[in-house]
Nanobody, 122 residues
């Protein structure tokens, strides 16, 4: 079973930037689609961004133009650069993997990390 470890979260002022990392164990990492989701207090988990095994990307409308997802298959790591952060981006951010094409529903993803907290102050 794959193991995922997120890092890079923290406290930042509105307008600032953070880069999240998702390190994935396993030799078949390059075959997987990797997604980022987030969950704010009292809210349901929501899709943020995903990158397929071929490098195709997809973003939620709320982060399009501000967040960029990328992957380094040599390092078994996916990154998400978050710029122009807003207080509404505050949440626990999770990465997850699935086989096949990009999906936005969390039920399609089989392995999850433990999450990393992102807090954006106004």
């Amino acid at each position: 079973q794959l193991q995922l470890v997120e890092s890079g979260g923290g406290l930042v002022q509105a307008g600032g930037s953070l880069r999240l990392s998702c390190a994935v164990s396993g030799r078949t990492f390059s075959r997987y689609t990797v997604g980022w989701f987030r969950q704010a207090p009292g809210k349901e988990r929501e899709f943020v961004a995903a990158i397929s095994s071929s490098g195709r990307t997809y973003y939620a409308d709320s982060v399009k133009g501000r967040f960029t997802i990328s992957r380094d298959n040599a390092k078994n790591t996916v990154y998400m650069q978050m710029n122009s952060l807003k207080p509404e981006d505050t949440a626990v951010y999770y990465c997850a993997v699935k086989e096949g094409v990009i999906a936005t529903n969390d039920g399609s993803f089989g392995s999850w990390g433990q999450g990393t907290q992102v807090t954006v102050s106004s």
